[in-house]
């Protein structure tokens, strides 16, 4: 329909200002699937269609960012950025979890239920297409075997209707305005149809899980044992175990018998995983098992030298000893020719002791040699 709609308008535009022999024109008309809405209507892209995400980025940056800056002030002023939208995005995730909106519409049910799936920013989208459906007429046209279709116009406009199709087995809805399509999130028509057919609750395959409040857990769910990345694996498990530790907070504290449950539950499960890590690092390891190193405390200059100083006197302590215990047999050895030498006593000693042997003794009272 939109399509037909383009066709006329483009028709109409050609006639009234005589561009039939146009050349650029009508290479513009050939790349129509390219640049015009109603071709692009059934394409996803994350709500990114222009330009102006980028252009606030680069605003944002230009408030951080100088030119004469040199290269240590632009980290540190980029990093400033960053902390920025991580602070942004900490404080959204925080407004969407643990703070309820006020419902508005004249639909709570639903209006409740996009409130605690989807995230705070997405679920003003969804609010305002649910507000557009209390305004609408929806008239049942054809029920075919298991589908239904719908027209559905805005109060007020019943010249411009919109057809939606209703699977009833397998619980989707489509709707010709392809705005789901476009940017995944139900229409007005279609909410329009469910409060005709007084559903309460967004069918299942209508809610795309990128603009949940789970969307981070459910993606790290699935990278959780990717083993190509073993850093990617550790912050997704991490990301994960936190996403759950912070649910049974926040269900848990709500009642004294639930804490202290959940609270005893928790400590077991640390015991149980210290003592399994324990187990595991004085059996068998494998070859790629990396356990923590083991803590030696470090010596301080002074410890170093006191430390060599008893070393030295220990060696010199044991030379004197092997002199002394030489000393001692040499004495109670009958002389000859066979006299035992301590097996410790090195040559230079020995050969010390031999040349006090040989040396001629001084008489104490004359000074003359014997």
């Known amino acids: 329909m939109i399509v037909k709609e383009f066709q006329v308008m483009w028709g109409d535009m050609v006639a009234r200002y005589n561009l039939s022999s146009n050349s650029w024109f009508d290479q513009t008309y050939e790349l129509r699937y390219l640049w015009d809405l109603a071709y692009l209507r059934d394409q996803f892209f994350g709500q990114i269609r222009t330009t102006c995400q980028c252009e606030g980025i680069n605003s944002l940056i230009k408030a951080y960012v100088r030119k004469k800056d040199i290269l240590l002030e632009f980290i540190n002023n980029m990093e400033t950025v960053v ?70 116009n805005n109060f007020g406009v019943p010249e411009i209707d919109h057809v939606v199709e209703f699977d009833i087995v397998g619980r989707m809805l489509r709707c010709e305005c392809l705005w789901f399509e476009n940017r995944e999130i139900p229409c007005m028509h279609i909410f329009a149809c469910l409060k005709h057919q007084h559903i309460e609750v967004i069918p299942e395959r209508l809610v795309c899980k990128r603009w949940t409040k789970n969307a981070k857990s459910d993606f790290m769910k699935s990278n959780i044992d990717d083993p190509n990345d073993s850093d990617k694996v550790l912050k997704c498990r991490l990301g994960v175990l936190g996403a759950e530790c912070s649910r049974l907070i926040d269900v848990a504290c709500k009642n004294s018998s639930d804490f202290v449950e959940a609270m005893n539950d928790v400590v077991n499960t640390i015991t149980k995983t210290q003592n399994r890590g324990e187990n595991s690092r004085n059996g068998n390891l494998d070859d790629d098992y990396v356990v923590d190193p083991l803590v030696v405390k470090t ?56 040349r006090l042997a040989e040396s001629p003794v001084v008489a104490p009272e004359t000074g003359m040699a014997d």
């Open 83 to 152: 902390s920025h939208y991580r602070n942004n995005a900490r404080v959204a995730e925080f407004n969407s979890k643990y703070t309820d909106p006020v419902l508005v519409t004249s639909l709570p049910t639903l209006e409740d239920f996009a409130a605690k799936i989807f995230t705070r920013n997405m679920f003003q989208e969804v609010r305002k297409k649910i507000e557009g459906a209390c305004a609408m007429n929806t008239e049942l046209v054809i029920q075919d075997g298991g589908k239904l279709y719908f027209k559905c």
């Open 299 to 354: 010596q301080k200059a002074g410890s170093v030298k006191n430390q060599q100083k008893i070393e030295k006197d220990r060696n010199i302590g044991g030379r004197i000893a092997a002199k002394s215990a030489f000393t001692d047999q040499v004495k109670t050895s009958s002389p000859g020719p066979n006299i035992p030498i301590c097996a410790s006593t090195s040559n230079e000693e020995f050969g010390m002791n031999s």
